[in-house]
C-alpha cells in the first residue's frame, strides 16, 4: 500500500517539477485567469451593477473557464516521445497516474486561485463588507478544485486521445460541473455575505460529490488509458 | 426476430397513434383555467419519459459495451443517445410554449428544467464524443461518458431542487390538477411514445451498423 502511494508521490513530484521548469502553463493559466477577472470587474463597473452580490459568480465563473486552460495541458505533456507508454511502464497501474495527474491538477489549481482570487477581491472592492467567514470560503475554494480537478483529468484522459481535442474537453466538461458550480456558488455566497442559512449540507454533498468523482475514475480509468 | 419485431411495433404503431391523437383532442377534456394549450402536456411529458428512458438505455448498454466489447452494445447507445436528443429537444421546445400563457416566462429554473436541459448538454456531449468516428477508442470512451453522465443526472436534479428549496420558488410547481381522464391519456401517450422509442431505436440501430459495414467494406476495398 505504501508503495502504491510511493508511485503516485513519484509521479506527482516529476509532474509538478515539470510545472515550474517550463512554468509557461501556469503563467498563461494565471493571466489569461486574470484578464478574465478584469473583464468582468469592469463591465459589472461599467452597468453600475452590485459587484459584491455577483462575486461568487464571476468567481467561478472565471476559475471554471481558466481550469479548461490549466488541466488541458496535464496530459498533452505526455504524448510527445511516447512519455504515455512509459508512464504506465513505470507506474503499473493506470490508477496511479489519475491519482498523481489530479493531486498536480489540484495543485496548478490552489496556485492559480492564490493569484486570482485576491485580485478579484480588489477589483471588486468586496471587502468593505465586513463579516466574512474566511473558513468557509477558503475551504469552498478547495472543495470547488477538488472536483474540478478530479473530473477535469478523468476527461482530459479522454479527449488527449482524439484528434478534436480542444473543443471536446469544455463540451464534455461542463455539464457534468453542474452540480458542483450549485454547491460551491452556495458556499462561496454564504462564506461572503453572511446569510445564515443551514450550510452544513451544501458542504457534506460537496464532499460527496468529490468522493464519488474521485472513486468514480480510479475505477474507469483503466478503461480510458487502455493499450 | 429483430425484423418481425420492427414489422408488430410498426403495426401497434399505426393503431396507437390515431387513437392517441384522438384521445388527446377530443376525449380529454380542456383544462378549465388553461384551455387549449395545455394539450401539449401530453406530448411534453410523453417526450420527457422517453428522454430519461432513452439514457438508461446508454447508460445500461455502456456498462455492457465495456464489460464485453460487443460493437452492437455501442450502436444500441449511440442510436439510443441520438433519440433521445431529439425528444429531450421537443420536450426543450414544447415546454416554453405551454410556460409562456401560464407561467408568464419561457424559462424558469426550476429543477426539472434545469435538470432537462443539462440532460440535453449531455447527451450533445456524448454524440460529440463518438464524432460519426467508428475508431476502437472513440466507443470506450463514449462508454465510459455515458456511465459518467448518467450517474451525474440525479446529482444534478437534487442539487437544483435543494438550492431552490432554500430560496423563493418564483414560480411554484405545475400544480395540475389532473382528472382521471387527462391521467389515462397521460399514460396512453406514454405507451404510444415508448412504442415509438423503440422502434425509431430499431431504425436508428440498424442504420448505424449498416454505415459501419460500409466503412469496412470500403476500408477494404481501398486495399
Known amino acids: 500500500m505504501s508503495n502504491y502511494f510511493h508511485r503516485v508521490l513519484l509521479i506527482y513530484v516529476k509532474d509538478i517539477k515539470d510545472e515550474f521548469r517550463t512554468f509557461d502553463n501556469l503563467l498563461s493559466t494565471i493571466i489569461f485567469g486574470v484578464m478574465l477577472v478584469f473583464i468582468f470587474s469592469f463591465a459589472f463597473q461599467l452597468t453600475d451593477l452590485a459587484v459584491d452580490q455577483a462575486f461568487s459568480a464571476v468567481l467561478w465563473v472565471s476559475i471554471f473557464f481558466s481550469s479548461v486552460l490549466a488541466i488541458q495541458r496535464s496530459f498533452a505533456k505526455e504524448r510527445e516521445n511516447n512519455v504515455m507508454d512509459a508512464l504506465l511502464l513505470a507506474s503499473g497501474d493506470r490508477g496511479i497516474i489519475f491519482l498523481a495527474k489530479f493531486l498536480c491538477n489540484l495543485t496548478v489549481l ?16 468586496i471587502s468593505a463588507l465586513g463579516h466574512i467567514q474566511a473558513g468557509l470560503f ?19 484522459g479522454i479527449t488527449i486521445q482524439l484528434p478534436s ?28 455575505l453572511g446569510v445564515s442559512e443551514p450550510l452544513s449540507g451544501w458542504v457534506y454533498f460537496l464532499i460527496s460529490f468529490n468522493i464519488l468523482f474521485t472513486v468514480l475514475p480510479l475505477v474507469l480509468f483503466d478503461f480510458v488509458l487502455e493499450g | 426476430m429483430l425484423e418481425g419485431w420492427k414489422k408488430f411495433n410498426f403495426w401497434v404503431l399505426m393503431l396507437l397513434v390515431p387513437i392517441n391523437i384522438y384521445l388527446i383532442f377530443l376525449y380529454a ?31 445500461i448498454a455502456s456498462i455492457a459495451y465495456l464489460a464485453n466489447r ?13 433519440i433521445g436528443t431529439l425528444f429531450i429537444s421537443c420536450t426543450l421546445l414544447t415546454g416554453p410554449l405551454w410556460a409562456y400563457p401560464i407561467w408568464n416566462t419561457w424559462w424558469t429554473w426550476d429543477p426539472r428544467l434545469t435538470t432537462t436541459l443539462v440532460l440535453w448538454f449531455m447527451y450533445v456531449a456524448y454524440i460529440a464524443l463518438q464524432g460519426g468516428g467508428t475508431a476502437e477508442n ?41 382528472t382521471p381522464k387527462m391521467r389515462f391519456v397521460m399514460f396512453f401517450s406514454i405507451v404510444t411514445f415508448s412504442f415509438l422509442y423503440t422502434y425509431l431505436l430499431g431504425l436508428r440501430y440498424k442504420g448505424i451498423s449498416l454505415a459501419e459495414r460500409i466503412n469496412r467494406l470500403k476500408a477494404e476495398l481501398s486495399q
Open chain 1, 110 to 125: 490552489l496556485l492559480f486561485e492564490l493569484v486570482v482570487v485576491p485580485l478579484l477581491w480588489i477589483f471588486t472592492g
Open chain 1, 138 to 156: 477558503i475551504g469552498s475554494l478547495f472543495l470547488g478544485s477538488w472536483g474540478l480537478a478530479a473530473i477535469g483529468t478523468m476527461l482530459n
Open chain 1, 165 to 192: 481535442a480542444r473543443l471536446l474537453f469544455p463540451i464534455l466538461l461542463f455539464p457534468l460541473l453542474i452540480p458542483l458550480l450549485i454547491g460551491v456558488i452556495q458556499c462561496t455566497n454564504t462564506a461572503l
Open chain 2, 29 to 59: 377534456p380542456v383544462e378549465k383555467t388553461m384551455g387549449i394549450v395545455q394539450k401539449v402536456f401530453y406530448f411534453h411529458v410523453a417526450s420527457a419519459w422517453i428522454g430519461l428512458l432513452a439514457f438508461v438505455v446508454v447508460f
Open chain 2, 70 to 82: 460487443k460493437v452492437q452494445m455501442n450502436h444500441l447507445a449511440l442510436a439510443s443517445a441520438e
Open chain 2, 138 to 178: 472513440r466507443r470506450r470512451f463514449a462508454a465510459v461518458y455515458g456511465i459518467v453522465a448518467f450517474i451525474n443526472v440525479p446529482l444534478v436534479f437534487f442539487s437544483a431542487r435543494w438550492w431552490r428549496s432554500i430560496h423563493p420558488i418564483v414560480v411554484s410547481g405545475e400544480g395540475i390538477g389532473l
